[in-house]
């Protein structure tokens, strides 16, 4: 089992539309969690951290985390053109007694105007 | 706040000669930066952790001796691809720790001929 999993997609929405992208992990002590933004070509921005249980909202953004399921998404409301990008998840994760910072193979979102 | 940045942004060089790129953390100090390479339309591979004032951690399979890096201050590491080869083209990211966040540099495009 990966360490950090997503699905590739591409996940397709209309313009306007929720999208929303998950995360699983398979470390149940991992305490930190991100969503990173890849436009092609260009390196992660980094857009959402959340480290407790629940919902984390900043502006169109909402991060989602559960720590007893292991998941983490994204939703990303009035989704736009400009949101056309790669979603990379990330999770610290303890990897022989050390916190690791791991990555997942993205899922590449298109929004369709 | 928490700005990287990444020099050069391109470089084509000959088959046989050694690159130089330069990442800084501009408004922080970063005792722990990563560098990663990428290829098209793939996912992120974390090449080693650089840590200020001692030897930079290499992920499996990555060679040191070809891949040397020195992290010899709070906001500058620096990575050199030695007696680089065409298969050595990529996008090669650094990004610098500030808390458990990671924020990414621009990025830098090695093509070698």
């Known amino acids: 089992q990966k360490e950090v999993e997503q699905n590739s997609g591409p996940l397709s929405v209309p313009e306007g539309a929720i999208a929303s992208l998950n995360c699983t992990y398979s470390?149940?002590?991992?305490?930190?969690f991100f969503w990173y933004r890849q436009y092609s070509g260009k390196s992660p921005e980094l857009i959402m951290s959340?480290?407790?249980?629940g919902d984390k909202e900043d502006g169109r953004f909402t991060a989602q985390l559960n720590k007893a399921s292991q998941y983490v998404s994204l939703l990303i409301r009035d989704s736009q053109p400009s949101d056309s990008a790669t979603y990379l998840c990330?999770?610290?994760?303890?990897?022989?007694?050390?916190?690791?910072?791991?990555f997942g193979t993205g899922t590449r979102l298109k929004v369709l105007a | 706040g928490a700005v990287v940045s990444q020099h050069p942004s391109r470089v084509i060089c000959k088959s046989g000669t050694s690159v130089k790129i330069e990442c800084r953390s501009l408004?922080?100090?970063?005792?722990?930066m990563f560098w990663y390479r990428q290829f098209p339309k793939k996912s992120l591979m974390l090449m080693a952790t650089?840590?200020?004032?001692?030897?930079?951690?290499?992920e499996q399979g990555v060679e040191k001796d070809k891949f040397l890096i020195n992290h010899a201050s709070l906001t500058l590491s620096t990575l050199t691809v030695t007696s680089a080869h065409p298969e050595d083209s990529s996008f090669y990211i650094c990004?610098?720790?500030?808390?458990?966040?990671?924020?990414f540099g621009p990025g830098t495009r090695l093509t070698v001929l």
């Open positions: 650089s840590n200020e004032g001692s030897k930079a951690t290499y």
């Open positions: 959340i480290y407790s249980n």
């Open positions: 470390d149940r002590v991992s305490q930190s």
């Open positions: 990004s610098a720790r500030l808390g458990v966040e990671q924020f």
């Open positions: 408004d922080f100090q970063a005792t722990t």
């Open positions: 990330a999770v610290n994760i303890r990897i022989s007694g050390t916190y690791k910072y791991i």
